[in-house]
């Protein structure tokens, strides 16, 4: 009986603590840690848990510490019923393959729920036949043309494969180096790869480990949590799968070389392709394994002395495309790239006065709280339905409440902008009459992105005329992995906001545009930056420095980007009505 009794119990606790683990999969704060402290202690009862209900009902349920009622009704289906219709429901939800699903552009959680139910969708390829068989556009909320978006989205989802964002892998490397230091074996660790030149987008994450020991630093690698997959375990090389479905591969090489290495894991392919070229043509011979000159190791142990001996600035990472980086380090040139310390400010970010659910004085608080000198505030105006974008009437009530909270805090000063719509014949969708009240203007395209070059250039040319702005921003259309960039001619754009005084945005969203390539571009044609992070969520406001990579892989100084002024001089640079 005892036995029998003791069975449900720990049943019970097994299935809540499985129910916890499927939540903190999902992300979801408190839950998971609800349900495994009610699994606890149900596990430790001495009573039965069956007689107590029995006896009293959910009530008694509710009395268990820890039980609160969602979790009792759980339990007393499960004593009803032999089962938990939501741990099912979890279970299920996992086997979609929802992160690549996510990738598709028209496509969010509810969405891909929806689909699920629907018609049993539970991944790309699924997705594309019931496209092709033409199940999608029947449903409610799809229809002809959201079905053939989806279709090119998945198209370019492919080609684009399986790349991961640096935000999306790097708190999960961050601890991977955080348990390694804490190992004796390793006497030096540094992540190589696309991963250290901050690229927007990495296959792999490459660590490069100095030990002597590395037969004791692969075994604990390969017991680290969050392994799902081990491909390879060698003495000097381990690749494996985490379960978050990046792979990492692990070298370890001996100190004397490790900088060497980490020059040539570090890429990118083409920049040392160049470097070993230069190494030839001065005598040298340059591998993994170090510089050379007639069979005599010359430097290897760290990558400074590399660069110094091929008579070279160090280069940073970020620029080492072989996009000039090594002529200018031979003349010296290397510029001194911007860093995030040096942003003094943020001129995009979006409030509950029109579509998001964080108020001004949220945004102003965190501001004051990164050490901003100022903040710019640049919701979305009325052409854009679903994010209630402000008429002209409501960005005058607006100017007030910010003239309030100007008053209010002291510390900072809080800029009054908009994000601006370019329509589809590249007027504005605000009046200049509003246009001319506020502090800052950004424009931007937000539909109608399908058009010939030509037009969409002119477009865009047209609203950059508009006497009133300020900045464009994300000047591509584009979204990392998820839409292409709207075909557009940049060099003209690039022409006329230096001759217009127009700066140009580096989103550090997902959009992460203009991208590190047309940075550099535009900077060679004399254009001015705002690096801005385009919130949405008060945790938004923390993503500045995925811009500040781009920025810097994009050669930009701390003098090309214009919110590293300080407040005395920035009104100047961004406010167009006194110019006119
Ligand atoms: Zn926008
Ligand atoms: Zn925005």
Redesign the pocket.
């Known amino acids: 009986m005892t036995f029998y009794l003791k069975m449900k119990n720990e049943k019970i606790a097994k299935i809540l603590f499985e129910i916890g683990e499927y939540l903190e999969l999902d992300n979801i704060p408190f839950k998971p840690r609800a349900y495994q402290m009610a699994a606890l202690s149900i596990d430790n009862l001495e009573e039965d848990i069956q007689g107590i209900y029995n006896e009293k009902g959910i009530k008694g349920v509710l009395e268990i510490q820890g039980v609160g009622k969602g979790i009792a009704l759980k339990i007393e289906e499960y004593l009803k019923t032999g089962k938990i219709k939501y741990l099912e429901e979890l279970k299920r939800r996992k086997t979609i393959d929802v992160k690549n699903l996510l990738k598709v552009e028209g496509l969010g959680p509810k969405r891909i729920s929806f689909l699920n139910k629907e018609l049993g969708i539970t991944n790309i390829l699924e997705l594309k036949q019931a496209i092709k068989k033409n199940k999608l556009k029947e449903l409610k909320g799809f229809g002809e043309k959201s079905q053939q978006n989806i279709l090119e989205s998945i198209a370019f989802v492919e080609t684009s494969g399986l790349r991961y964002m640096l935000s999306e892998v790097q708190k999960d490397v961050s601890m991977i180096l955080e348990k390694f230091k804490k190992l004796k074996e390793v006497e030096k660790i540094e992540v190589a790869g696309s991963y250290r030149r901050k690229k927007e987008t990495i296959g792999d994450v490459d660590i490069l480990i100095a030990s002597s020991k590395p037969k004791k630093i692969m075994d604990e690698f390969t017991s680290f949590e969050g392994v799902s997959r081990v491909w390879g375990k060698g003495k000097t090389k381990t690749s494996l799968r985490m379960e978050k479905g990046f792979n990492i591969d692990l070298r370890v090489v001996p100190l004397g070389s490790f900088g060497s290495a980490l020059q040539y894991f570090t890429g990118s392919k083409e920049h040392n392709v160049a470097l070993r070229r230069l190494a030839i043509s001065k005598g040298y011979k340059l591998n993994e394994y170090g510089l050379f000159k007639e069979g005599v190791l010359k430097a290897g142990k760290d990558e400074v002395g590399i660069y110094k001996k091929l008579g070279l600035q160090f280069i940073p990472p970020e620029l080492r495309e072989n996009r000039g980086e090594i002529e200018a380090g031979l003349k010296r040139k290397i510029p001194k790239l911007i860093e995030l310390k040096d942003i003094r400010g943020d001129f995009?970010t979006?409030s509950n006065f029109a579509g998001t659910l964080i108020s001004m004085e949220e945004i102003v608080l965190k501001a004051i709280q990164k050490g901003y000198e100022y903040i710019g505030i640049?919701d979305?105006t009325k052409a854009l339905k679903i994010e209630n974008g402000l008429d002209e009437k409501e960005l005058a009530l607006q100017a007030k409440e910010i003239e309030k909270l100007n008053k209010k805090y002291r510390e900072i000063r809080i800029f009054h902008g908009a994000?601006v719509n370019i329509l589809k014949d590249g007027s504005l969708d605000i009046k200049n009459s509003a246009l001319k009240e506020l502090d800052f203007v950004?424009i931007?395209v937000h539909a109608n992105f399908k058009m010939k070059k030509e037009e969409m250039t002119e477009r865009v040319l047209k609203a950059m005329s508009n006497p009133y702005v300020t900045c464009l921003?994300?000047p591509t259309g584009r979204i990392v992995n998820k839409r292409e960039a709207y075909d557009i001619d940049l060099e003209k754009i690039f022409e006329f906001a230096n001759l217009r005084k127009i700066l140009l945005e580096v989103s550090s969203s997902h959009r992460l545009d203009l991208n590190d390539y047309n940075i550099k571009k535009a900077k060679e044609k004399g254009c001015k930056f705002l690096i801005n992070t385009?919130t949405?969520m008060l945790k938004h406001m923390d993503r500045m420095k995925y811009g500040i990579y781009q920025a810097r892989r994009g050669w930009l100084t701390k003098k090309d980007v214009i919110n590293t002024l300080p407040l005395n001089k920035i009104y100047g640079k961004i406010s167009r009505s006194n110019n006119l």
Do not use: A, K
């Open positions: 995009h979006h640049s979305h994000e950004n931007g921003v994300h385009d949405h």
